[in-house]
C-alpha cells in the first residue's frame, strides 16, 4: 500500500513530475522547489524493510563501524566545539557505533531508531539505552536534549516535517541539532547525466529508500520554518569502504567541495551537514513559518 503526501517544506500539495527512480516516483514542489518521493511506501512498511536489513549483526559489526568513521569522528569533533557536554539523542541510530563514540566523549546519550534488529544490537552488545520506535512516538520531555543528531536520516522518514518539530519541541533553548544527508543539487544532475550515458541502467537518487532530496534552500527553509537558525554549514566527510583508489578519489572531491564551499559558499559536495540551534519560532499551524 502507498501514501500520498504534500511538500513537507512548504505544505503545497502542488507538485510535478520529476522522474522514476527504483520504482518511485519522483517529484518537485510547484512553489518552493522541494524534491520528494510521492508516494510513498506505508511506514509500516518501512519498519519492516529497515529491521530486516540490519538482521546480519555480524556484517555489520564488521563493516559499518569502519565504513562511518571518518563521518562520526569528524561530526563529533564539530559538535564538541559548538555543544561540548549534555544530553545527545541519535535519532536513526542503527546499530549505534555514534551513540558510543558519543558516550565515550562523556555525553549522555540516547539513541531511537525504527530498526527492531538494530536497536537491539544497540542495547545489547554495545550496552545503550537504544529505544525501537520513531522519534515522535518516543514521549521525550520537552526541552530535554543539548544535542540532537541525524545522520543520514531525514531523507528516509516519511514525515520529516513531523521529525524536525519534535526534535525543536525536546531540545532546550539554544540546542543543536545537526543534520546530515545527500544534496541532491548534485545527485539530481548527476541521476540525469547518468541516464544520458546508460540508458535504463543508471539509479542516482536511491529513492527505494531516499524518500526526501533535499538542497541547501530547501533544507535552510525547512530548519528555519522548524524555528532553527543554522550556524555552520559544511560538506559532509565520505563513508570509507576500505578500497585505496575509491577512498582516495572521495577524499580529493570532499577537498574540493570543502574549497569551493569557503571560498566561493557554493555547496558541491554530494553530502551536506548543518549545525544549527534551537530559537523560538517554529512551525504555525497554518505550514507557514512563525
Known sequence: MSVCRICSVCGSAASRPLLADEGQPVVQCRCCGFVYCNPIPDPGELEEYYTESYDDWDYWQTTFRHDRSLVFREGLREIRRLQPWGRLLDVGCSLGFF???AREAGYDVTGVDVSRSAV??????????????????????????DVVTLWDV????PEPRAALDEAHR??????LLVIRLPNVAFHLPKTRLGRLLCPGQFIGLDARNHLNHYSP?????????????????KPGPVNLYGKPVVDNLKTAYLKLANAAEHWTG?????????????????WSEDGREG
Open 120 to 145: 537491539a544490537f544497540a542495547r545489547e552488545r554495545l550496552h545503550l539505552d537504544a529505544r525501537a520506535c520513531p522519534l515522535e512516538e518516543a514521549g521525550f520531555p520537552a526541552e530535554h536534549f
Open 266 to 282: 557554493a555547496m558541491v559536495a554530494n553530502i551536506m551537514e548543518a549545525y544549527a540551534t534551537k530559537s523560538a519560532c517554529g
Open 170 to 175: 525536546i531540545l532546550r533553548p539554544g540546542g
Open 154 to 157: 531525514l531523507e528516509h522518514l
Open 99 to 101: 551513540l558510543e563514540a
Open 217 to 233: 534552500g530547501t533544507l535552510a527553509r525547512a530548519l528555519s520554518g522548524a524555528g532553527f537558525e543554522i550556524v555552520r554549514r
